[in-house]
């Protein structure tokens, strides 16, 4: 299948002034190049749910405001939708939408509608069209009763619903989603990761996501590309992360005591099995259950073989 | 593109609008206050003049005249396109990051993002001094709204290329708010005054001159080489801010503050 996103060699650097002492920085400023993104290359194909995650300052976002033609690479390629962002911005706005976690495309003082009523004109569409593409995402994204409701008065998962329903509007067939549930508590990132993805379903939009939040890639994404100092250390499916990065299981027991014991069993030393038997010859076990380790740990193995 | 501009335009206006309008009394209150303010001033020239007659060669009904283009022209640079006072903190916080990503053109879309309901008051005292000048006729009323209309494109440049500075350097919003306000004081003197280097100055670097002197000259006695040299300093120095905004554009390093519209 042909691919809806193409990024070959993909870097940008920022060259940043540095910080002197004293009057220097006036009379001989020094400068200081960041490469944010190092030669970063990978394809995505029209309906998948991707992950883009790494640690602060990986690139993550630098890499989705390149793709999303805010930023102009320094060099390398990309293609999304057989656009190249940065030269035909206006044409690939008609087909992405992006929702920032930290920003707001709403209008703080207005009612969220107003907003909404702006974003399809931007659009240019139709008022039927519109009307009824609104009507749609509102019973979806269930936010009928914030309809009325000034921006400024709607709680943070309130809002970001909004946003998610501002950057769909236009039916886009690529979502670029950073960071959508920053700030949010339990409930309502189960709400938003739960929304963004049935409306991928729905509508076969292809989902490029970054989050610090694992739950985010495991409940949304069904690929995972981890990226760490702006280069790719890890990109493939879930399931084969789990499997590559999986080399400990957790066990739970217990004893006969009431005593409860947690123990780890580095699976490349010893098999599950023979830590099992010496664990019950060991101990008088009433109660025992295996865990894989979250995913977070999952990641942060990731990280630090990446460094 | 440009009748869907246009159509985004109205549109954004009327959002403006609302959001002025949220409480009346505020935006009456506002605009009551931004006329007296022109009054004070406007009085004070009044009093001057009443004294000593004329500064060289300049008299009140000249200053009305003046007073009438440069209300004019701010008053439809602040209501319809403040946003480019608000451009360097967009781009130093990020938040051009909505506008790049939808299929607008930046430019209007940043400058339509911003409204002050209060110039409402501006325009209203630039359409009395016109009527008070002494220099009223039915075609000079049409060549008048022309001059008022090229000031403003002056006006507006100037606090582009002002802004367009925050691309290339950091915290650079106090310095364009200074140079913007000399060029509004300057606007509003008598353009007499100014001579020799002064002059240079004022039509050059700072050019309040097309904002004062040419349009008040055209007024009073209409010159083909005036108007020519009028409508190509005010459109070149437009073209050439629009130049200086798709330069820095491609230097935006965009940025991850939080913000709200």
């Known amino acids: 299948m042909h691919n809806i996103i193409e990024v070959n060699n993909l870097t940008k650097k920022f060259i940043l002034k ?10 001989h400023p020094a400068y200081q190049t960041l490469t944010a993104v ?25 890499t989705i405001k390149m793709l999303s033609a805010i930023l102009y690479p320094t ?52 008022e039927i069209t519109f009307k009824k593409r609104l009507s749609h995402l509102v019973r979806l994204f269930e936010v009928r009763d914030l309809l009325n409701t000034p921006t400024r008065s709607l709680s943070l998962g309130q809002r970001m619903r909004c946003e998610i329903v501002a ?9 670029f989603l950073d960071e959508p549930t920053i700030g949010l508590d339990i409930t309502a990132k189960a709400i938003i990761r739960n929304l963004i993805k049935k409306q991928a379903l729905e509508e076969e939009t292809t989902l490029l996501l970054t989050s610090h939040d694992t739950d985010d890639m495991e409940k949304v994404c069904q690929r995972v590309i981890v990226i760490n100092k702006g280069k790719l250390i890890f990109d493939d499916s879930l399931s084969s992360l789990r499997d590559s990065y999986l080399n400990k299981k957790y066990v739970e027991f217990t004893t006969e ?5 947690r123990q780890e069993i580095n699976t490349r030393q010893t098999s599950v099995k023979a830590a099992l038997d010496k664990l019950v010859k060991d101990y008088h076990v009433t109660d025992l259950t295996i865990e894989n380790p979250p995913m977070e740990e999952i990641i942060k193995e990731i990280y630090a073989r990446g460094d | 593109m440009a009748a869907k501009n246009w159509k985004l335009f109205w549109f954004i206006q009327k959002l403006n609008i609302k959001t002025a309008f949220l409480s009346k009394g505020d935006a009456f209150v506002n605009i009551l206050m931004m006329l007296v303010n022109n009054f004070s001033f406007i009085f004070m020239w009044w009093v001057i003049f009443a004294d000593k ?7 009140f009904g000249d200053m009305a005249l003046m007073f009438a283009i440069s209300c004019m022209s701010f008053s439809l640079y602040a209501v319809f396109f403040r946003g480019t006072t608000e451009l360097p903190r967009y781009i130093e916080e990020g938040m051009l990051d909505n506008y790049l990503c939808s299929p607008q053109n930046v430019l209007f879309a940043v400058s339509t993002s911003f409204s002050t309901f209060a110039n409402w008051g501006d325009f209203l005292t630039g359409l009395l001094m016109y009527f008070v000048s002494g220099y009223v006729s039915f075609s000079g009323f049409f060549f008048f709204l022309y001059l008022s209309f090229m000031a403003f494109l002056l006006t507006y440049a100037l606090r582009l290329i002002l802004s367009t500075f925050a691309f290339y350097f950091q915290r650079t919003e106090t310095l364009g708010h200074n140079i913007f306000m000399t060029f509004l004081i300057f606007s509003n003197q008598p353009a007499s005054i100014f001579s020799g280097v002064y002059k240079v100055l004022f039509l050059c670097i700072i050019p309040a001159g097309f904002v004062s002197l040419f349009p008040v000259a055209l007024l009073k ?15 070149g120095f437009f073209v050439l801010s629009l130049i200086f905004f798709k330069h820095g554009l491609k230097h935006y390093t965009s940025g991850n503050r939080f913000g709200i519209r």
């Not at chain 1, 190092?38 to 630098?62: D, H, M, Q, W, Y």
């Open chain 1, 18 to 27: 540095k910080h002197q002492k004293g009057l220097k920085n006036l009379f």
């Open chain 2, 53 to 59: 007659g004329t500064i060289k060669g300049w008299n």
């Open chain 1, 38 to 62: 190092n030669n970063l290359s990978f394809a995505i194909k029209p309906g998948e749910r991707v992950a883009f995650i790494g640690p602060n300052g990986a690139g993550k976002s630098t």
């Open chain 1, 75 to 126: 060099s390398g390629e990309a293609r999304v939708l057989d656009l190249v962002p940065w030269d035909n911005r206006q044409q690939l706005s008609y087909n992405i939408g992006t929702v920032f976690g930290q920003r707001s495309q709403l209008w703080y003082h207005l009612p969220v509608q107003d907003s909404f009523a702006l974003i399809g004109k931007i659009y240019d569409l139709s």
């Open chain 1, 257 to 261: 005591s009431g005593e409860k014991i």
């Open chain 1, 167 to 175: 950057s769909l509007i236009h039916k886009p067939k690529v979502l």
């Open chain 2, 221 to 235: 006695n209409f010159s083909l080489g005036d108007f020519l040299i009028f409508t190509a300093g005010t459109s």
